[in-house]
């Protein structure tokens, strides 16, 4: 029998491992790698990006849904909508997924303000995401395909899907080592990908009509995977395996569906290029920022998820969406508050901020147990605004006369203002060994800082100018960190960060010198705490995540846990950063949970009472995983 099973030594064995759920972190790692590149394609191509996020978690949300709602069984459909009750059914096929998509961006397109050349911004990332998807699909089994003589087949372990359903229906002995080499049409699946990649990079300067790109793309897979049906096991399809015969040709429900839909956006492709000989192309339209409009689309896409029930997303699905709306919530707040220029209007964040707070709670999953949080891995994505202002009193001596020689000493305001939106995204994972943790993260921060120069006279006062009067240069952060806290016998304990940031950080004026500004392109994020967590503990940093950015800051403080080592905290000092006259501020921090709903708030503020002033709002959203 070990003879029929490897027939050739060159057939491919797959490592899979049953107990290791290879889909569902390929699953995640698709999805982040298809958002990560939208995001980059709409910066490409100018969209604005509060904009454009609300239209990618719309399309998201509804992709998600789709590959669920087409794989859903006759009697699945009929509980579904007598009940209102989410199946319990792991079945999915991209196929739902593209349709629902590609009807969610007909919908929103020319409400949001885009041209029809934002269906062509989703080709590439989604041949990337799937490609990536393929290599899941590979490792667990699914979407697997007939038995083949071939040296390529892959043969699976015991208890794999190929595996069961081979001994099922006989093929192999139950208790045999592994399965009967298959098809690897995950792989050819795969390979599709990137054949319509190539395509698309190939022609991606050739003038084409909005729209047109997304068609070849669209009937380019579907031709391939009509193809690739001749060679997946109806067992691995998790929609229209059945057989139908038609004018004599016997082929498979999804296949003849495929060859309907493959030919109409193939021939719609070629009618775009058709008529574009015909007539000037229009070009892409960039749509506006509208921010009462994303909100009201996000609070759509809260009701939704409610309707939905806790059943509807898994895990990796939460994360994904909670993920953007929280981004669209934080970024919409950003906006108002910095627009609300000196006076902060609460009025102008209540909503958005409002929003923020029941985004978790409607989102219907359980979140990461705060009563747990401390011997549990953990991933945090904490989305936030930062803002603030400081003078500097620099002098200088210029150049003077025909000699060259040194004039009169001189003196200048310089005065700053910046505002920026990121996050960071973290992993946390409990000590071996000892009570504590060590947390591995990136932060990216971007956004716009003011600069101001005034002459001042001799031994005058420093004046007040306005920063917004000045130009404007970008800001750019990107802070890789990690952290480790470590907690003794009777509770005393310690923790360090370590971490740079790089990038546009802030432009600075240098002492004593020609008043062109310098540009800061690292520096470091370093952080030290000692004593009793839970009690009182002391701590120093310089850089500590946000506070690189802008008017890079050190504090000296005091702290305490509040009775909980890693739950929450308060903390508050002195906050030394560059500024004159004088260089210290006072400053309050905190982090605490909002109820049970996995959010942590996270707000921090620093002033010396004059013109220097410092803000951060961030929230905070922990995802338990696995202890």
Known sequence: MTNFLLPLPLRWAVPADSGYDFYTLFYVLAFALNLVLLVWEGHRRNYPMRTWLVLLACTTLTFILGTKLLALSGPEWSALLSTGQWPDSEARTVLGGALAGTLTLLALRRSFGFSWHVFD???????????VQCVGCVLTGCCFGEPTAGSWGLTYAPHTLPYVWQAYRGLIPVGAAQSLPVHPTQLYSLALCAAVATVLLLTRHRAWPGGSRRLLHLGLLLTGRFLIEFWRDPAGEQVGAALHTHGGMALKQVQWALLLLAPLALGGWGWLLHRARLAALPPEQIPGPNPGRNLLAVAALLALTAWLGPFALTLPEILVVKTLLLTVVVLESGALLLGAADATRPARVALPLGLACVVLVLTSQAPADSAQSDNSAYFSFTPGVVAGRYDEDVSYTPSGGCSGSGGTPVRAGYYHRYQAIGGDFAYTRPSRHTPGRTTYGIGIWSGREYVNAQPLLPG????????????????????????????RSGGFGYGLRVGLHVGELAHLAPESALPELRRVSIQPDVKLWLGQRSTLFVQADYGNGPLGLGNATGR???????????????LGGVALARHTPGSAMGFLSASFPLGATGLWLEPYGATNFSRHRQAVLRLQYRLKTSK
Do not use: H, K, Q
């Not at 911004?121 to 490609?131: G, R």
């Not at 005058?460 to 907690?487: C, H, K, M, S």
């Not at 000296?556 to 308060?570: E, Q, T």
């Open 460 to 487: 005058g006062p420093f004046l007040t100018a306005n920063a917004n009067d000045g130009p404007r240069y970008p800001l750019f952060d990107v802070n890789p960190y990690i952290e480790r806290d470590r907690l």
């Open 556 to 570: 000296l403080a005091l702290g305490s846990g509040l009775g909980s080592d890693w739950n929450r905290s308060v």
């Open 121 to 131: 911004a989703f080709t590439l990332p989604m041949c990337a995401a799937l490609a």
